[in-house]
């Protein structure tokens, strides 16, 4: 099965499956055909999703490393989320749990966390430890995407 998010139709309730290259992408509804926004909230990924997301889009992804003990993470995470509802249609947020996804943590050699990552093309762009603000995080998200 090929890896993919999943967008709750607000007309109707109805789950849609998004294809990882379209999670920036304003859909339809499968059911209803309503329009479906943009995801605007961050995704969790495992080490599949994140693959398909960060090599199919065609906007800058933002990740967010993180651990669920990490009290700085905790503070982190409501700024991420002012991040992805800002960036809707324009970037995509995603947020790894670096215990449940330490293959991932491993690859990009997270050692201190909150880590976030920015990729644009497939590929790593910028890498910074550390709490964020969401202008910040926006502001690092969309500057990869002038620079590409
Ligand atoms: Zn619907």
């Not at 943590?105 to 990552?117: D, G, L, N, V, W």
């Not at 430890?129 to 995407?145: F, H, K, Q, T, V």
Request: proline share 7%; charged share 20%.
């Amino acid at each position: 099965m090929a890896a993919s998010t999943h967008r709750t139709c607000s007309a109707c309730g109805r789950t849609n499956r998004i294809p990882p290259s379209h999670v920036a992408d304003r859909g339809t509804c499968g059911a209803c055909k309503a329009p479906l926004p943009p995801s605007s909230r961050p995704i969790d990924v495992d080490a599949a999703l994140f693959d398909a997301i960060v090599g199919s889009a065609r906007v800058p992804v933002l990740v967010d490393f993180w651990a669920t003990w990490c009290g700085p993470c905790r503070m982190a995470a409501p700024e991420v989320e002012r991040a992805a509802a800002e960036l809707a249609g324009k970037a995509v947020v995603l947020k790894v749990d670096t215990d449940q996804n330490q293959d991932l943590a491993a690859r990009y050699q997270i050692r201190s966390i909150p880590s976030f990552a920015v990729f644009s093309n497939g590929k790593l762009v910028s890498m910074q430890p550390g709490m964020a603000r969401a202008s910040d995080l926006i502001r690092r998200a969309l500057g990869s995407a002038n620079a590409a």
